[in-house]
């Protein structure tokens, strides 16, 4: 018994007093390290600052590579890269990375660059890349006729365009749309009066731009034109610039818009509608861009919009109208310069459909719940013409 206890006794002094090893070592646990994103407004001298930090203070420094790419932004055009690395000093919990950016007067969209953290030391990587939004601060600059944007934009290449130089409807990109929408939707959901052919006189083709015409055929009817590149040509995601001079007067509802692929299986609102440009025509300085959307089955939408107005009237000269187009986020523009943005937070709780294949809709209408009939001061023809409509991805 002695013995045993003696033994006991022991053990318990030996586990006390000899666990000195000095090759074991207690590990510690590492900060972690993010990068968040960041903006600048595009002038002389701008510089755009990423904020690195850790999540705790270190006894010693912690260094970090980065690279930057540029994906809509251009380098060495639109923005310029100080260095290649940075370090959180000790005791510190964040540091800038800088970007410079280069004031190039020319009025863009807003464009993108990317940075990504690498090579690590002292820290974990957490959060490893992030977003920098150039925004354009320059003025839009107009020839003789109108606005006019590049043939070529960084980070996309031409997925399809029509430059109409050729004196004809091209059949292989455009459908049309025939009648007044009955039996199923007459006036085309709207109480529209006119009724759409595909008569050359109508629409066609003339020095480089197409002419959608809407003709008094009496005194209270009406013909024009509505085309769509439906199973011909559909997208998601680019960027898009339709180059236009609409018309005006009481009663003229040209637009250029979008509906989802889908539209046959789920119907409409389900599928999306994405209003590039609606004008009403007696408002003959604003247009409208409009995102429309809703459950299958039900007969109206849920929308959101703005309008952009300008100190002439649209029907003056040529404007481009632009989407810039990426997962959960469209961008509207006018002459580049954005007026709108739908995100999913704008859904009001239902399904966001802005992440599909759409396909195009061209159509001047008359009359209609929107911008009401025509009167006595409405002149016709009417017609809206379109000199380039261009879609980069």
């Not at 639109?78 to 970007?99: F, H, K, M, Q």
């Not at 995601?237 to 609409?246: E, L, S």
């Not at 997962?327 to 937070?345: H, L, Q, R, S």
């Amino acid at each position: 018994m002695r013995f045993e206890l003696f033994f006991f006794f022991s053990l318990i002094l030996f586990a006390s007093c000899g666990n000195s090893d000095p090759e074991i070592e207690i590990m510690e646990d590492m900060p972690i390290l993010n990068i968040g994103d960041a903006q600048a407004v595009e002038s002389d001298g701008a510089i755009m600052r990423f904020r690195v930090t850790i999540s705790e203070t270190s006894s010693s420094p912690v260094e970090f590579n980065y690279e930057v790419s540029g994906s809509t932004a251009e380098p060495n055009v639109d923005y310029s890269i100080p260095g290649t690395s940075a370090t959180i000093e000790a005791n510190r919990t964040s540091v800038e990375v800088l970007v410079s950016i280069i004031d190039d007067q020319k009025k863009e969209v807003e464009e993108e660059l990317q940075i990504k953290i690498l090579n690590v030391s002292g820290a974990e990587l957490g959060i490893a890349e992030a977003t920098g939004l150039i925004i354009d601060d320059d003025q839009s600059v107009y020839v003789e006729d109108g606005y006019m944007t590049d043939e070529e934009h960084y980070g996309y290449t031409i997925a399809w365009q029509d430059e109409f130089s050729v004196e004809a409807i091209d059949e292989s990109s455009y459908n049309f749309e025939i009648g007044d929408g009955c039996p199923n939707l007459c006036g085309w959901g709207n109480n529209e009066l006119q009724t759409y052919t595909d008569d050359p006189s109508n629409i066609y083709v003339e020095d480089g731009s197409l002419i959608v015409k809407a003709i008094a055929t009496s005194q209270s009817s009406y013909s024009s034109s509505r085309i769509t590149t439906k199973d011909k040509h559909e997208f998601r995601y680019g960027r898009i610039d339709i180059r236009a001079k609409i018309t005006k007067g009481q009663g003229i509802w040209p637009a250029i818009w979008m509906l989802g692929h889908n539209i046959d299986d789920v119907g409409w609102p389900a599928c999306g509608e994405i209003d590039i440009m609606e004008n009403v025509g007696h408002e003959t300085q604003k247009i409208h861009g409009t995102a429309h959307w809703g459950p299958q089955g039900r007969g109206f939408s849920t929308f959101q919009g703005t309008a952009y107005a300008i100190a002439d009237d649209y029907a003056d000269r040529f404007h481009v109208f632009s989407l810039v187009w990426e997962a959960n986020k469209v961008d509207w523009y006018v002459d580049e310069n954005k007026f709108f943005t739908i995100t999913p937070a704008q859904m009001q709780g239902e399904a966001y459909p802005f992440n599909q294949e759409f396909f195009l809709v061209v159509n001047v209408a008359v009359g209609g719940n929107w911008p009401g009939n025509p009167d006595a001061t409405t002149e016709f023809p009417q017609h809206m013409e379109i000199d380039y409509i261009r879609v980069f991805q």
